[in-house]
């Protein structure tokens, strides 16, 4: 990938630095939006943004705005101001928020403080502002969901938020150091006290609330810690490794890539198909022991639908398997017990939060290891969910702390507004025709909310996930054992 000049990366702290001090309480004089800055009250000075109600409406339409915006404002600084911008370089980047969290009155208590140096962490890409998101893709080459997106709800309160975290680092003197802290930076907000509560708990709103389309591919590399995790260069090296690769695993994948998301997207009939095909060669390339089984397809299709770059879908994809998932969940050892053990386990809080239901698949003769459709679990909902509501589920499962196990409350979340029907069922067959084709997996936007805020809130009456997980797991792994033992020959 080519470095664009460090004209065009500057940060978009030091355009601020170009904008007007005004007293918060002169907002009116000309009629321009006034973004203060967070822990800002009213009559104390913050910066003042020029008028923009487009600004990060669309990630890739406003490359041009913010290249003027830069051409001549390097020198500009320098004399006018006799600010020294540096050149853009990758600094090592602290860990992201999602193995740490922070305790405010809206996150349900995060679990931890927000650093520890358990994992190794490699260099980050140069992170870049608001002003600066637009990309060099060519438009055509975006998927639909990129280059055809209309104007998403969520957008100015998103810019909003993102404004004032840039007003709040150039006010705090930080504007130095913004390259390298990401979009957000929320792995520093462990360090500002209550300011950064403060702006813990007005993300975890937002990404409640929905992440615009446009804003995914930066969010959900930085909040998952995908960022950090990336070796730069390996993306080639495990596609140059095509030739090594089991030629059955490459026929799986032809087999099933003509066929992902076509019926959604004619994008994937074109040219997203080579896309998607090198992200899962380079994924079997790089776990040999894990292979291509059915489900990654979808995954990662829906991955290179919400991001341009394939190097970044595929080490997302690769941190989904890695840290989102359960150990060996894909293995071709453990074929299908992760989501069978996953299927008991959800079961068990049935049991605990809907009794008459459970009681209904226990007449109906429902199996434990499949309550739900294996697919939910094993394709994270990408073959389950529409794209609209998949994508608040991942949003919420990859960018905030404490919610790995946000697939259980999701799958309860469901089950729980389709209870009523699930319990008038006759048998197993009409059961799981319910499941098939009457349970309810979409609607409006306020649906769609609900939905989100009913799964977030189960955190509170959901805990010890993954210790069940464990526990079943074990369980199906022994039973595994000791049928293939009974059906092997003797030797």
């Not at 006290?193 to 590399?221: A, C, D, S, Y």
Request: overall charge negative.
């Amino acid at each position: 990938m080519s470095q664009e000049c460090p004209r065009k990366q500057m940060p978009l702290d030091c355009l601020q630095m170009q904008w007007r001090r005004v007293a918060v309480q002169s907002k009116a004089s000309h009629g321009c939006l006034e973004v203060a800055p967070f822990g800002v009250e009213k009559g104390q000075e913050c910066l003042q943004a020029p008028p923009d109600p487009h600004l990060g409406k669309s990630l890739y339409n406003e490359r041009s705005a913010s290249s003027a915006m830069a051409d001549g404002l390097q020198e500009r600084l320098k004399t006018d101001l006799k600010v020294s911008v540096p050149p853009a370089s990758r600094q090592d980047r602290p860990q992201s928020i999602d193995t740490t969290s922070i305790k405010s009155t809206d996150s349900g208590g995060w679990a931890a403080a927000l650093f520890s140096s358990s994992n190794k962490r490699h260099g980050s890409r140069t992170t870049k502002e608001p002003v600066e998101l637009a990309t060099q893709h060519d438009k055509d080459q975006l998927p639909p969901t990129l280059s055809k997106r209309p104007a998403d709800p969520q957008d100015a309160a998103w810019n909003k938020f993102l404004m004032r975290l840039a007003v709040s680092r150039s006010q705090s003197g930080n504007s130095d150091q913004a390259t390298g802290i990401g979009l957000v930076g929320a792995s520093h907000f462990g360090q500002e006290g209550k300011l950064g509560e403060q702006k813990m708990k007005t993300l975890t709103q937002l990404v409640i609330g929905g992440i615009p389309m446009t804003l995914r591919h930066n969010l959900w590399m930085e909040l998952s810690n995908t960022e950090a995790l990336m070796e730069p260069g390996t993306y080639s090296y495990y596609l140059s490794l095509r030739e090594d690769v089991d030629q059955s695993e490459i026929d799986a994948i032809a087999k099933d890539v003509p066929r992902t998301l076509t019926s959604v997207h004619q994008y994937y009939a074109n040219q997203g198909d080579k896309r998607l095909k090198e992200v899962l060669v380079a994924f079997v390339s790089k776990y040999e022991s894990l292979g291509y089984t059915q489900g990654l397809n979808t995954i990662a299709g829906y991955l290179c639908l919400a991001i341009p770059e394939d190097e970044h879908a595929f080490w997302m994809l690769c941190n989904m398997v890695d840290n989102f998932f359960p150990d060996d969940y894909f293995s071709r050892e453990n074929s299908l017990i992760g989501p069978l053990a996953d299927s008991v386990v959800l079961r068990s809080y049935v049991k605990e939060l809907m009794p008459q239901l459970a009681k209904r698949m226990d007449e109906l003769d429902i199996p434990h290891d499949h309550t739900v459709p294996l697919s939910w679990f094993f394709t994270a909902f990408s073959s389950a969910l529409p794209e609209n509501v998949l994508m608040r589920v991942w949003d919420i499962w990859l960018c905030l702390p404490g919610q790995k196990s946000f697939l259980f409350h999701v799958a309860l979340a469901i089950l729980m507004q389709n209870a009523s029907g699930l319990i008038e069922c006759e048998d197993e067959g009409e059961y799981w025709s319910y499941m098939d084709t009457r349970c309810k997996l979409n609607g409006d936007a306020e649906w769609v909310n609900d939905l989100m805020k009913q799964a977030f809130m189960l955190r509170k009456k959901v805990d010890g996930i993954d210790e069940r997980r464990s526990l079943e797991t074990k369980v199906l792994r022994k039973k595994r054992a000791s049928t293939e033992a009974l059906f092997s020959p003797d030797e």
